[in-house]
């Protein structure tokens, strides 16, 4: 199957993934999967610092990756495209074949299976 992207679109997809695949940025994705949370509960789930976890939500935040959503004094962040994630987890599945000698990975995972 020849896609035939051109140039300007390869760029922006390219752009997307280096937005995603930054190791903080994929923790804050995995935390607000479920549901939107506050700063607090975000550093709560990854265990990142706030400084850390607000930068990273600027960066996802000016991308369109995420929104945010102010309730009184608190901001509450979500996913715009709910189904991103569970997108990004079936690509899991492709780490078998970059496995490391070093370390080896469960691919039995639930989400390492392409759900449809």
């Not at 990142?48 to 990756?65: D, G, K, M």
């Not at 929104?67 to 715009?80: A, D, H, I, K, N």
């Amino acid at each position: 199957m020849d896609l035939n992207l051109n140039d300007e679109l390869i760029e922006l997809f390219a752009e997307f993934f280096k937005k995603v695949a930054e190791g903080n940025r994929l923790r804050i994705l995995l935390a607000i999967n479920q549901e939107a949370k506050s700063v607090s509960e975000i550093i709560d789930s990854t265990e990142l610092s706030q400084p850390l976890v607000s930068f990273h939500l600027r960066v996802l935040r000016e991308a369109n990756i995420i929104q945010s959503q102010r309730e009184g004094t608190f901001v509450y962040y979500s996913l715009v495209d709910s189904k991103l994630v569970d997108e990004l987890l079936v690509m899991l599945k492709h780490l078998e074949y970059f496995e490391s000698e070093d370390i080896k990975i469960d691919f039995d995972l639930p989400f390492c299976t392409e759900r449809r």
